[in-house]
């Protein structure tokens, strides 16, 4: 199985600040991690596929980067709306996994 | 628009079968790929398997004894059975579409429906 390993946890920010959220793969897995936001009692959404294409209706302070093993969500400003949790997720094996997402939360 | 909606019971006793089914509308599920995903108290997202445009399934081989995605194309419905469930199967299960013409990522979900399994 590939592995996901998010980090940090958990991230304490105020709105307007900038943020990285970090996906890091257990064995190089090209750009196939895909980004997602769940919000809570919602379902996830989905934000940024193949590592950095952008998403149809999602907004341009989401961005993202990396190949290999090492892959980032940038979000852009963080607004009041974007308190969530984030999980990336991998296409690169068949057996698909997510990591175990990372919580962003109101300082 | 694309539309999931998961339906079933909320609650399964130890050893029986989870069944759920996923209503589609929007969109046939003879085209694309179909997906069953779930989420764990704490979190954790775990892949079920998923059912193709033309019937073949994939599972996670840590599912495949108890698991079968099947599909009723003509009320455009797939579906999810999951044998000898033990209160560790307590989780939300969602139902999705993959995006793109291969099953990579999940472009649509549904809402999901919470089953906890317990006596």
């Known amino acids: 199985n590939i592995v996901l390993t998010q980090s940090p946890a958990t991230l304490s920010v105020t709105p307007g600040e900038s943020v990285s959220l970090s996906c890091r793969a257990s064995q190089s897995i090209s750009t196939s991690i895909h980004w997602y936001q769940q919000k809570s009692n919602e379902s996830p959404r989905l934000l940024i596929k193949y590592a950095s294409q952008s998403i149809s209706g999602i907004p341009s302070r989401f961005s993202g980067s990396g190949s290999g093993t090492d892959f980032t969500l940038s979000i852009n400003r963080v607004e009041s709306e974007d308190f969530s949790i984030y999980y990336c997720?991998?296409?690169?094996?068949?057996?698909?996994?997510f990591g175990a997402g990372t919580k962003l939360e109101l300082k | 628009e694309v539309q999931l909606q998961e339906s079933g019971p909320g609650l399964v006793k130890p050893s029986q079968s989870l069944s759920l089914t996923c209503s589609v509308t929007g969109y046939s599920i003879t085209s694309n790929y179909w997906g069953w995903i779930r989420k764990f108290p704490g979190n954790k997202m775990e892949w079920m398997g998923y059912i193709s445009y033309s019937g073949s399934t994939s599972y996670n081989p840590s599912l495949k004894s108890r698991i079968s995605i099947t599909r009723d194309t003509s009320k455009n419905q797939f579906f999810l059975q999951l044998n000898s469930v033990t209160t560790e199967d307590t989780a939300t299960y969602y139902c999705?579409?993959?995006?793109?013409?291969?099953?990579?990522?999940?472009?649509?979900w549904g809402q999901g429906t919470l089953v906890t399994v317990s006596s």
């Open positions: 997720q991998q296409s690169y094996s068949s057996l698909y996994t």
């Open positions: 999705a579409k993959y995006g793109g013409y291969s099953p990579n990522w999940f472009a649509y």
